[in-house]
């Protein structure tokens, strides 16, 4: 069944220039970015290409809200019309911009500058902006923002060492620290809809935070890459393991190599799945059931798959070589099926070569 690639199952597939680094599904918008530079826009239902512009690269995030598109890349954050690709306003950070989020009319980002000497980050910060792009307050950090939520006029961010916990920003307040019972390194985050945090670790651990309560979970031994939130968090870790959280059972699934990210999407079975891509020597693809774990499909792809999102029955795949999938629940399964009619239809085959070797011989 898997023995047809990626091409096969998209609704439609984009080239761009550069590994793609930046990958959002808004509403009937599908916007991705490159290390090169290149930012576009996509029509998911006509897959026509609404804009394209180019930047100095590379594009590292990006977050929308009306039609106010802002995107951090290189040392710049910028605000783009999305629908039309039109420059609204640029900021210059100091160092990399890494994390973007628009909430209320108020643009959050981060920026980190990492020092050769020592190999480590020796600087970062959190900026504010209104959405005309009026800085309105910085703040310097204790350590590198791993991860950015925002819910108007509150930020909050996952932190490396020498903090290891998150912070809340707030406009004309000092950052508040809140350590976590895991002591080490944020290295990935999310949020629910309901608004619940969920932060990965480096040692493997998460923790689970909503309102004044936390939840400390261990999902592994090894550093957390990526988390999907649905019914509960999944987990994808550097050792090659995807791992749920309790109340989808605890299962675990050992991939063997590492996970790149985890995301949920579309299936074959009508619910939701897990869609974690994996890399050693070339991408694979697998789907796992949110409630059990089990494979139901899994297709090899020859660069790595580092950018997955979705929204409810679509799924776009961002890999190194600049190419851009969108996989369309019913077109998937309609083409999975296919799969296995050519399947059976070669078996058929071969059967009857068989049966006329045999009579031959005979």
């Known amino acids: 069944m898997a023995s047809r690639g990626l091409h096969h199952f998209a609704s439609f597939v984009r080239e761009m220039n550069g590994a793609c680094t930046l990958l959002r599904i808004f509403g009937d918008n599908l916007v991705a970015g490159t290390r090169l530079g290149d930012l576009a826009c996509w029509s998911i239902s006509s897959g026509l290409e609404r804009w394209k512009v180019f930047m100095e690269g590379p594009c590292s995030d990006c977050d929308l809200e009306e039609n106010l598109l802002c995107v951090s890349e290189s040392d710049n954050l910028h605000a783009v019309d999305v629908r039309t690709g039109e420059c609204l306003w ?16 108020e643009v959050w980002a981060t920026s980190s500058v990492y020092t050769i000497e020592i190999q480590d980050y020796s600087q970062a910060a959190v900026w504010l902006f209104d959405i005309k792009g009026r800085l309105q307050d910085k703040w310097g950090v204790d350590g590198r923002a791993w991860f950015l939520a925002a819910k108007s006029n509150l930020a909050i961010i996952g932190l490396s060492r020498p903090r290891c916990g998150y912070a809340n ?8 620290y809140i350590p976590l019972d895991y002591n080490s390194p944020i290295t990935t985050g999310a949020v629910s809809e309901e608004g619940a945090l969920y932060l990965g670790h480096s040692d493997g651990g998460v923790s689970e935070i909503i309102g004044e309560e936390v939840a400390s979970h261990n999902a592994g031994s090894s550093p957390v890459t990526s988390l999907a939130i649905g019914e509960d968090w999944v987990a994808g870790l550097e050792s090659g393991q995807v791992i749920s959280g309790p109340s989808l059972g605890g299962w675990s699934v050992d991939l063997g190599r590492l996970v790149d990210v985890v995301a949920l999407g579309p299936s074959l079975s009508g619910r939701r799945c897990v869609w974690s891509s994996s890399w050693s020597e070339g991408a694979k693809l697998t789907l796992l059931d949110e409630d059990s774990g089990t494979t139901q499909f899994e297709v090899n792809h020859d660069s790595r798959i580092e950018e997955i999102c979705s929204t409810e029955g679509t799924i776009a795949l961002g890999d190194s070589e600049g190419n851009v999938f969108l996989i369309e629940e019913a077109v998937f399964r309609r083409r999975f099926e296919q799969v296995g009619e050519d399947v059976e239809e070669d078996q058929k085959r071969t059967l009857l070569r068989r049966r006329i070797r045999s009579l031959r011989q005979g």
Request: aromatic letters at 4%; charged letters at 15%; hydrophobic letters at 30%.
């Open 169 to 176: 920003m707030s406009l004309g307040h000092d950052p508040t």
């Open 90 to 105: 640029s900021s210059e950070l100091v160092g990399s911009s890494d994390f973007v989020r628009v909430s209320g009319g």
